[in-house]
């Protein structure tokens, strides 16, 4: 995805690793060269906020 201009966001609690190590290596490397990881709690409350362009157009707020 980042390769195709997309905005990477890496879940870092909904993927693992072959240890703690192998795993906190892992999303070093997502924050450092592709993105940012965040946690699904992060990630969900970012998808029920909305996007500048919504608001500036007064799209009504999605609710989950």
Known sequence: ???HGYYTVFGADLAGGASPEVHQMTLDSMNL???VTASA???TEAWKQPSLEDQREGAPVATV
């Open 1 to 3: 995805a980042y390769f």
């Open 33 to 35: 060269m592709f993105g």
């Open 41 to 43: 709690a992060e990630i």
